[in-house]
């Protein structure tokens, strides 16, 4: 396989998950160098979280959906999150997603750095700091992804979402992830949630992220 170019990857990305060292064969089982890279990939994500909350410009597609949901249905915000959740960990039977180590641990660890990050992070004031802030957190949420997507421990169930239609299709993962985020930010428009400049920016930029960091994971650990 020959290795990619830094200029490819810049304006490509990967088109799909690269075979990586710390790859596990098992997805409930794992040695220490993998189980760090899927902490350290839940870490950036949480902290990427964090990032697009403080810039408070939009939040994410998939909270949109929530909003959507919640203000039809009278349900709070959380529960529309869990119920749309459940509802995503369906649709991966007939795609054939397997969960994980990386599934279970998703939620537990993410949440926890991201509330801890928002009470830490200084939040931006001035327009400028504010998008600087989103578009930071989208860079951090993709080389999050990147990291613990690599490890195949398991998705978490959005993201396995995009995993099991990127196998299925073949369809570059940055494709595939920008069509889940912008039908999913149409839905949740359309049932009433909130949206913003960050809102659309997430949408339109997470996969091109995603494929970004893929890109350069693909090429730092390129063997002949």
């Known amino acids: 396989m020959t290795k990619p170019s830094w200029k490819y990857i810049l304006l490509n990305g990967a088109r799909t998950f690269p075979t990586v060292p710390w790859r596990s064969p098992h997805r409930w089982r794992t040695q220490p160098l993998t189980l760090a890279i899927l902490l350290s990939g839940f870490v950036c994500f949480g902290v990427g979280e964090a990032l697009l909350v403080i810039a408070g410009i939009g939040v994410s597609p998939w909270t949109v959906l929530a909003q959507g949901v919640s203000y039809r249905t009278g349900l709070t915000l959380g529960t529309a999150s869990f ?133 350069v994971l693909a090429r730092l650990t390129h063997t002949r």
């Open 83 to 215: 119920l749309i959740s459940g509802t995503v960990l369906l649709l991966w039977i007939p795609l054939r997603e397997r969960p994980g180590l990386g599934t279970v641990l998703n939620s537990f660890i993410i949440g926890y750095v991201l509330e801890f990050s928002v009470n830490v992070l200084p939040h931006p004031q001035q327009l400028w700091w504010k998008l600087l802030s989103d578009l930071s957190g989208i860079l951090v949420v993709g080389i999050g992804s990147a990291l613990y997507l690599t490890t195949d421990l398991g998705p978490g169930p959005r993201d396995g979402l995009m995993t099991s239609l990127h196998h299925k299709t073949g369809v570059r993962v940055s494709r595939v992830r920008l069509g889940l985020e912008m039908l999913v930010l149409s839905l949740g428009w359309a049932l009433g949630g909130n949206l913003g400049i960050g809102t659309l920016l997430f949408a339109l930029l997470i996969g091109r992220s995603i494929a970004l960091w893929l890109g």
